[in-house]
């Protein structure tokens, strides 16, 4: 009978929104897992230090040894510290190598740095570059040449070439859709809307046609088709209860259609989607439509990602893991 597994690592993905926090052993298996809505900008009371012991005190009482390694927005400026980024092209090896040991009031902490992309305009990202490395390694058809699509508040399509995220585009299309929600005329109809009554199958028809109206924009875009979401509810074509799953649509449908066309007159590499896997359909569909219908779906890759950095960092005793860590091998 195999030994059962034993703890290696405590991983945290500490996000904007929310903390998840991992047990991991040395091949990267998630032995225990816990979420809480402590993102950097909702703490509790004792702000990082509490929320860091109530996630990872548990699994430090039985093992105080063990490594911690978070990655994301914890490393923000607006963290608990700032660790400044590494350059792109980057890959876990140059990720591992700029991690920086912060000596906080409840332990050692390694907090993984966010990449930097400087030409033609400086763009970052910060907790993508983890989930990129752990997908990278649960998909080893992406690792010599792919496209990354991460959905979200700020979603970032990135390009990876021999295991390096080489660059990436930033779209605000999360924000923008909750700005539009929350404090526009657009977002109206569905905020005052007493009840929703609307099934599945209608919302997902709404935001079909969300996505089909923005295909059908060409170069102009769909800044003049935004207000439609408006007047096809005041006309009485569109429910209020699936206003905002039709602007969803157009905004999304925007997104994809300006990224691909972009890389018009190339060779698509093989897509892969990372993150929330609702939101990931949303982006699976839109890229059906637009002609791309093999995107790989592949959940949270986190975990994953944190477990190769660290075992990049050497935090692992020297063959302990039979994964190799996804590098450009230079």
């Known amino acids: 009978m195999a030994a059962a597994a034993q703890p290696a690592l405590i991983g945290l993905d500490w996000g904007t929104s929310s903390l998840r926090g991992y047990l991991l052993s040395m091949d990267g298996s998630v032995l225990a897992a816990v979420t809480r809505p402590w993102g950097i900008q909702h703490l509790p009371a004792g702000g990082f230090p509490e929320a860091f012991t109530a996630v990872t ?13 978070a990655a994301g927005m914890v490393g923000s400026r607006q963290g608990w510290r700032e660790v400044p980024y590494v350059e ?18 409840v332990g050692l902490i390694r907090l993984v740095p966010g990449v930097i992309q400087r030409n033609p ?26 496209l990354i699509v991460l959905p979200g508040t700020h979603s970032k399509w990135v390009t990876i070439r021999s295991g390096r995220i080489t660059s990436f585009d930033t779209y605000m299309t999360g924000e923008l859709f909750a700005i539009l929600r929350d404090h526009s005329l657009l977002g109206r109809p569905a905020r005052e809307a007493a009840d929703d009554h609307a099934d599945a199958a209608t919302k997902a028809a709404a935001f079909q046609r969300g996505i089909a109206l923005a295909l059908e ?12 979401a408006r007047s ?33 007159g190339e060779s698509l590499p093989p897509l892969a989607l990372i993150g929330d896997p609702g939101l990931c359909v949303k982006y699976h569909q839109a890229l059906t439509a637009c002609g791309v219908a093999d995107a790989r779906l592949l959940g949270d890759s986190a975990a994953a990602g944190i477990q190769q950095i660290a075992l990049a960092a ?13 590098s450009g091998g230079g």
């Open 121 to 146: 305009l400086p763009n970052v990202l910060r907790g993508e570059e983890t989930q990129i490395m752990g997908a990278l390694t649960g998909e080893p058809g992406l690792v010599d040449d792919s």
């Open 314 to 326: 050497g935090l692992f005793p020297a063959g302990a893991c039979d994964r190799p860590a996804a």
């Open 232 to 264: 096809l509810y005041l006309t009485g074509e569109l429910r209020p209860e699936v206003t905002l799953d039709y602007l969803s649509g157009l905004i999304v449908g925007e997104e994809v259609r300006g990224a691909l066309a972009a890389r018009r």
């Open 88 to 105: 792109c092209p980057a890959d876990a090896a140059a990720i591992a190598h700029g991690m920086v040991p912060f000596a906080a009031e």
């Open 57 to 69: 005190g548990a699994w430090r009482s039985r093992d105080p040894a063990l490594p911690v390694v």
């Open 217 to 228: 924009s060409g170069p102009a875009g769909v800044g003049s088709r935004l207000f439609t």
